[in-house]
């Protein structure tokens, strides 16, 4: 027996730095060939991530809950939590309609659903948010990433709407004292050209 055991020790030995030294030279060899990927990946990590975080419009990725009947936050950018008045890391994980209750009333829940389940993407006009925490208008843009996450890009233009309304408001009170005025008024082009006249004129 210890014929056997000196003569399988004396083969082992050999062996067995040989595999430990190719183990070790297949990682050194892995490891050279991979790190500049690595750090291209990481390179491209944080550029996304800076063009993310510094976009002027609101940002939310999502994941569909599995019946697609919720979606839960997986990400926000720095705009998305000023407009929303959230904090990411309160948000992320959670649903949506938990965060914001309006949003089944808003209409963007069916957006959400529609998108995830064609892949098309969907340009919403401006729409009235409105819940107990805050209110506004919502312009839109719903996409779908290749990973199944869902998007949406949003901006508040509430301040647009507003000046919006309050000129159409300004040109009814003026067309209603120009057609009700004592006295004829016209307008009248550069060119001596008739633009309008009022009933009484």
Known sequence: LEEVRGGFTEAIIPLFFISVITVVGASALFLHITEPMVWQLRDSEARFRALF????????????????????????????????????????????????????????????????????????????????????????????????????LFDDVTEEKQAEQALKESEVRFRGTFENAAVGIAHVGMDGSWLQVNQRL
Do not use: C
């Not at 569909?64 to 000023?82: C, H, I, M, R, Y």
């Not at 957006?111 to 919502?138: C, I, N, Q, T």
């Open 53 to 152: 975080e510094h976009m002027r419009s609101g940002a939310a990725v999502f994941q569909a809950v599995p019946d697609g009947s919720d979606f839960l936050f997986t990400d926000l950018n720095k705009q998305a939590e000023q407009i929303g008045r959230i904090d990411r890391q309160q948000a992320i994980g959670r649903r949506v309609t938990e965060v914001f209750p309006g949003i089944a009333e808003f209409g963007l829940l069916d957006d959400l659903k529609e998108v995830w389940v064609s892949s098309a993407h969907k340009d919403l006009p401006a729409r009235y948010y409105r819940d107990d925490r805050l209110e506004g208008w919502r312009d839109t843009h719903v996409y779908k990433l290749p990973n199944g996450e869902v998007v949406v």
